[in-house]
């Protein structure tokens, strides 16, 4: 995570050093530029495209919540909405209530990480009417180290759903009852969904990138391959 | 001394007792593989087939692997009640063989009668009785001494279950006794012969309570609690190698002791079936003794082969379900049939 | 008095018999867990006073690892998500990305798709069936639903060259029609197979042992399945009509005539009885599709490389545990930005301690069967 050269210049161009199992898969060494001639290089906001789908709810929504509910473009035609933090509990619990909206099912909490935005996490939550048959994702967007208030008092299902953002994504829900690990080991270090996080673990990252300067590949011999983990583990 | 009194009291019941255990280890053993085979029959699968011709030796294979397999003592356990525990499983339901009458006496020709029992004992069924709530303490001493949570609740319901059962099987048994007049087990066969009925009739409803208590009691299922392998694993978690096989020779000898007087009591052990025994004894004495031991050992299949079949077909019950089971429906039931039985006994067969 | 009680204070003997909650490890090497699941349960004697979930033993970072792969590169790895219902998984996926991509599937291709999943979801209760049953001790069963898997799983071997995780769909559609005399043997399968469940149903449905050990254990109410967001037959047994293939329609379902099995009180047999009717309703749809089978391509337009706009998706299916949804994002580059996988078995595992709270631990095996969990899904 503390690996700066790590950070990714565009989301549209994949870091090539992340991908080890690629890297092995196609032997070039310089892996050839991925085609992407439309997208200009250097940091670019990450947004989402299409037009802006409208239902029941979000017309509920932005009777009472009135400019503070902003439409996201969605290239799908699903209806999106952003709301604002400070406002995120006020706005969970109106659609849950709501006659017109009575979003009593969430069917899906989750973040994720956009490191070229200005606000670098998104919470979305996936919500939909048992009643009414229609479905609606209320997004939040947070800063690096802001705190999202929970939905667990709205619906006990978020309990784990929030765990596991916590857990993959270090995003922390204010006001949970028990905001612990759930799919990591109790003492790992870093959230491996942010994007900065190296897909084969920062061990791996370590010994990749020896002290050459240089990445380099565990041979094939175990007891070698020991030696030079073992190595890097009291070496530096 | 001279030898014939050393004979009568340690030379004869010694030899006895080879001769018994050799084919009791036999039958416990192939119970094993008849088990497997029949359940595999049940389950639409062929079962152990390869070792050997049906896979005939595959219970020696078994216990060959078990018996070189390396002896875990868990740290925690207390290790001396560890290691003797299973004694307490194996050890009484092989003595229980000891009472039990084979075939009709052998007189040999110089007059002398040597029946086929090793010890007959008068107060037989009341020494299988006792022996058999004996061997409850391999499971509880199992239980405790291992120093592991799931084996020491294996143990708790053995205890509670024993309790609930001992008692409507003793009162089935007890039935049996009052019909038979006599605890020796080949008086009860002999007073069959002589009603011509065998108890299963007259004692239907001690039969039934037999049979279901006779399954708590060998901890078979539905009612294999203490070791209710999805669930708590069973009291013997901790155990490898002989000990383990200890107690699963011990559960087998338990239900093939169980079967075989569970014949004895209701199905009229080696009395042969639509033959006065009689008669033919007194015409072919050799002949009816293998045949009724024929007889005997086809009852006892009978027995064997009913409690595979619920194996392959019900599910377990619930600790505090067996327990409700044992105390309010099987007890009054045996209690019921008990006074039944004392009337039929005292106005019908006198 | 004051020195009884004094003497009461230190008698030693009040130490040794006094009564304690034990606190018991359930897993994650317990043959009723289904896989690596751990529970710590307190219990006093045998009845649960709480439980607290541990999962994570099989994480395996399959959301991470799908950022590093193509659009299509990633399709075979969330096979590995449900490994006993890995078609549907696949149909999750690659419906999410259609979506995004606004790719029109051809109706045969749908038709298809339909008449695998639903052979899956009869392949992934029947591994249910089984191991439900030999939770709760019935063996037998186990041996039987195998038998009838295996009939599915040649099935897919035929169909797709693979029996347990055959990446079925590409991008798009689907790769294969069906091979010659495939149809007649899945025809015959569907005549023998409803005899089949009668089968089971005699062993378990009525059986009263097992009705002692289902009915009324690990109730929960349908308002509270609701809140704990639970989906599938867990949500269905206790009463609430929400299945996705009628709620939200995919893949022509609307084209189909089938009933969703509904229970009343939400005990564990209430959830026994929505899957093994359900498994009835699925032979119905797989006859209907079969009959009603169009002609025409296989697959939609897709290009080699994808590039899906930017945006994000949600596409849910009904998936043999539950509501499966994948939530992906794209930059408009040919790598995934973000999937999230909803997985059934992870969120129905929320309900397992309401479920169990006061009963005894007996029925902890049983709601742990009961609820279906695959670690696979849990853990992703």
Known sequence: ?236 | MDFATIMQYAGWPLIKIVILLIPVFTVVAYMVWFERRLLAFFQSRLGPNRVGPLGLIQPIADGLKLFLKEDLVPMNSRPFLFKIAPIFAFFPAFVGFAIVSWALPWVTPSGKVHPFVVADVDLGILFVLALSSLSIFGIILAGWSSGSKYPLFGSLRSASQMLAYEVPMTLSVVAVVLLAGSFRLSDIVAAQEKLGWYYLFPGILAFGVYLVSAVAESNRVPFDLPEGESEIIGFHTEYSGMRFAWYFVGEYANVTLISVLGTTMFLGGYDIPFVNDAALYAAHPELTSVLGVCAFAAKAALFAVFFIWIRATWPRYRYDQLLKIGWIVLLPIALANLVLVALLKLWLLR | MAVNEQAEKVSPLREIMETREIELNLGPQHPATHGVYRALVRLDGERVLGMESVIGYLHRGIEKWAEYRTWQQATPIFDRLDYVGAVLNCHGYVGAVEKLLNVEVPKRAQYIRVILDELQRIASHLVWLGTHGLDIGAQSVLFYAIREREAIMDLFEAMLGQRLLPNAYPIGGVRFDFPKGWVEVCRQFLEIFPKRIDEYEGLLTGNRIWRQRTIGVGVISAKDAIALSLSGPTLRGSGVNFDVRKAIPYSSYEDFDFEIPLGQNGDVFDRYLCRVREMRQSVRIIKQALDGMPEGELRGKVGKIIRPPAGEAYYTIEAAKGQLGFYIVSDGSDKPFRVHVKSPSFVNLQGIETMCKGNLIADVVAVIGSLDIVLGEVDR
């Open chain 1, 1 to 236: 995570m503390s690996d700066e050269k790590e950070q990714p210049g565009s989301p549209a161009a994949p870091p090539a050093e992340q991908s080890p199992a690629e890297a092995q898969a196609k032997p070039a060494p310089p892996k050839p530029p991925a085609p992407k001639p439309a997208v200009p290089a250097g940091p670019k906001k990450w947004e989402s495209t299409g037009e802006v789908a409208e239902n029941g709810a979000t017309a509920a929504l932005k009777a009472k919540f009135g400019e503070a509910v902003a439409g996201v473009k969605s290239p799908c035609k699903e209806a999106v909405v952003m709301v604002p933090k400070a406002k995120l509990a006020e706005i969970l619990s109106f659609l849950r209530d709501d006659a017109a909206c009575s979003m009593d099912y969430l069917s899906d909490l989750t973040g994720a990480h956009f490191p070229v935005n200005d606000k670098k996490f998104e919470v979305a939550y996936h919500l939909y009417s048992l009643a009414h048959k229609h479905s609606l994702r209320v997004k939040v967007q947070l800063d690096d180290g802001e705190s999202c208030p929970t939905a667990t008092a709205v619906w006990p299902g978020a309990d784990w759903m929030e765990r596991e953002a916590h857990d993959l994504l270090g995003i922390v829900f204010e006001g949970h009852p028990d905001l612990k690990v759930i799919l990591l080991p109790e003492e790992f270090e870093g959230h491996p969904l942010r994007k900065e996080f190296p897909l084969g673990g920062k061990q791996e990252e370590m010994i990749r990138s020896n002290k050459y300067g240089k990445p380099v590949y565990l041979p094939e011999d175990i007891e070698e391959a020991r030696k030079i983990i073992e190595e890097h583990r009291h070496g530096s």
